[in-house]
């Protein structure tokens, strides 16, 4: 969850974040969504982390199923 997507991805794309992101070398946006509020946001967040893997890549091919990096669409 962030507040300013763009610049939390140019983040993980420049190996400017630690963590899970740079470790595994992380840097294309396949999926993302609005919330409403930080509440929101933080319920769906952990919705999103319980989820089987097999249920999250559904999710992404649901709405991008070439897996394209999204990040271009935020710039």
């Given at each position: 969850?962030?507040?300013?997507?763009?610049?939390?991805?140019?983040?993980?794309?420049?190996?400017?974040?630690?963590?899970?992101?740079?470790?595994?070398?992380?840097?294309?946006?396949?999926y993302?969504?609005?919330?409403?509020?930080?509440?929101?946001?933080?319920?769906?967040?952990?919705?999103?982390?319980?989820?089987?893997?097999?249920?999250?890549?559904?999710?992404?091919?649901?709405?991008?199923?070439?897996?394209?990096?999204?990040?271009?669409?935020?710039?």
């Amino acid at each position: 969850m962030t507040s300013n997507l763009t610049q939390r991805i140019w983040k993980h794309k420049n190996h400017q974040s630690e963590g899970f992101t740079k470790k595994y070398n992380v840097t294309t946006l396949v999926y993302f969504e609005q919330a409403e509020n930080m509440e929101s946001a933080i319920i769906r967040e952990k919705i999103l982390k319980k989820l089987r893997r097999s249920e999250k890549i559904k999710l992404i091919e649901s709405l991008n199923p070439e897996w394209m990096d999204l990040y271009s669409i935020l710039t």
